[in-house]
């Protein structure tokens, strides 16, 4: 995040443009949303009993052809909260020539979860939706613009290709939807999105979806959103009560042993293990494949998988599929690749690397305990990690339990790591009180980073907090 995690436009807090935000409304039933008999026919089919709370505040505004900013978590539904108001404009003719409905993506994989969402629900109907990401070959994609579909979905760096080859135009477009806004300009999308907008009609409507709404989100908003009504979901996403939240403390060089007797523990049914760098998820991925495919169980070895930006489209989409089919169990993955994840039935994850930054341990976390189920996050933190950890508690609002596993040694009976002061309890509390008191604590800074805010007052980090460790 170009504004760092701590930003306190993700406090909740009402800044700028989040002013005047709607309070969600409780969710009740599909039916009261304003869809069509198709369209609710198409739900079912989907199995949606009850519309999540950004869906039933989504919808109805969309539908009212009103410019909408949605903030909210991830696992809430937000694709269907702006493929169904799509799919019901779709139903209606429009302009002939180009597709009527353009959706931005940050992801390859989440251009394909968004066209899946789509044809799920457009199923039976001739409204056609079409992928474009970088990674395939242009061709194909090239091929299935040639017949029109309704809808495109696609990264911006390909959907501006297909528009500088003239395979793709903007003439006929009604609605455009921004997902994962932040995430967007955060992987330096900006030039390129803007470049889009300013080729759609005047007259569209824009939905714009995101996890958070820091300033240049909100400056995108005001500048190529129509008047938008501001809709926050936020205000209780991190009080995730069905995902329970542990640490454990351990040295890094005993990390690699503590992952194991983790998941030797735990039995997951599915875990992703996320790794701060690519080469880092490789090289765990490779340890883990070889110590399960030497244990007697031989096919433990297959059901490990790994996932980053540098490895080919087509191994991606096969893990990505491996992985929702239940026959890969761990996925160890990078951040960026890791977010867009959507998976309801991972019941771990593991935070081997402590995130950089406290949103990647928000949207880590939130990949599991997906729409209500039951889900457990461990973060692995070393001695010197302890304000990191002490800012992810600020952010969320909550304290991690500490966990340890019987007779593990965490660390090396060489020498000790460096004395740490002991807060029993109420480390959160305390460095909560000192960061609204204001003071700087240039030790609990990471390097490159803003204050940490984290919405418990506009000052700077805990002042000489040391964790529990
Ligand atoms: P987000 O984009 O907010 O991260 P998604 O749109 O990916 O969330 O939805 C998360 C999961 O919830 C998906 O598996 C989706 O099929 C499912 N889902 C969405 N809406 C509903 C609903 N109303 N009832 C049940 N499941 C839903
Ligand atoms: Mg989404």
Do not use: W
């Not at 080729?199 to 959103?225: G, I």
């Not at 938008?228 to 890094?252: C, G, H, K, W």
């Not at 490789?282 to 495919?293: G, N, P, Q, T």
């Not at 433990?300 to 191994?315: T, Y």
């Amino acid at each position: 995040m170009d504004n760092g995690s701590g930003h306190p436009t993700e406090s909740g807090a009402p800044t700028g443009v989040m002013e005047g935000a709607v309070a969600p409304q409780a969710a009740g039933s599909f039916h009261t949303l304003g869809l069509s008999a198709a369209t609710l026919a198409a739900v079912d089919r989907a199995g949606y009993t009850t519309p999540t709370p950004v869906q039933a505040g989504l919808i109805p505004r969309a539908l009212a052809g009103i410019d909408v900013l949605g903030q909210a978590r991830t696992g809430t539904g937000k694709t269907a909260a702006f493929v169904l108001p799509i799919l019901e404009k779709m139903m209606h003719p429009g302009r002939p020539g180009g597709p009527r409905a353009i959706v931005l993506v940050p992801t390859r994989e989440l251009a394909v979860q968004v066209k899946d969402e789509f044809e799920k629900l457009a199923h039976g109907t001739k409204i056609h939706c079409v992928a474009v990401y970088g990674g395939k070959p242009i061709k194909g994609q090239i091929d299935k613009l040639a017949k029109h579909p309704a809808v495109v979905v696609g990264t911006p760096g390909r959907v501006l290709d297909h528009m500088s080859r003239g395979t793709l135009t903007f003439g006929a477009i009604e609605m455009v939807t921004l997902d994962e806004a932040d995430r967007m300009l955060d992987i330096g999308f900006r030039p390129d999105i803007e470049k889009i907008l300013r080729r759609c009609p005047d007259s569209r409507q824009t939905l714009l979806l995101s996890a958070t709404v820091p300033p240049p989100v909100q400056k995108l908003a005001t500048r190529y959103m129509r008047d938008p009504e501001i809709m926050d979901f936020s205000v209780n996403e991190l009080a995730v009560e069905t995902i329970e939240q542990r640490y454990f403390t351990v040295d890094p060089t005993r990390k690699f042993d503590l992952l194991e007797r983790l998941l030797d523990r735990e039995q997951p049914r599915q875990a992703i293990v996320f790794c701060r760098t690519k080469r880092g998820t490789d090289k765990i991925y490779e340890k883990l494949a070889r110590r399960r495919s030497r244990s007697r169980d031989r096919g433990a070895a297959e059901e490990v998988a790994c996932i980053h930006g540098d490895l080919s489209q087509s191994i991606r989409d096969r893990v990505m599929r491996e992985f929702r089919e239940g026959s890969v169990r761990i996925l160890v993955a990078t951040d960026v690749v890791g977010r867009g994840i959507d998976v309801s039935s991972v019941s771990h994850i593991v935070n081997y690397d402590i995130p950089e930054f406290c949103d990647d341990y928000v949207h880590r976390v939130g990949r599991t305990g997906r729409m209500g189920r039951e889900g457990i996050a461990f973060t692995f933190v070393s001695p010197e990690e302890g304000p990191q950890l002490t800012r992810i508690e600020i952010r969320i609002e909550r304290l991690l339990k500490r966990d340890e596993i019987e007779g593990f040694e965490a660390f090396d009976r060489r020498p000790k790591p460096a004395p740490v002061e002991h807060v029993p309890t109420g480390g959160f509390q305390r460095a909560a009180a000192e960061a609204a008191a204001g003071e700087a604590a240039p030790e609990a800074e990471e390097p490159k980073r803003p204050p940490a805010s984290a919405g418990l007052g506009k000052g700077r980090g805990p002042k000489r907090h040391r964790r529990a460790l």
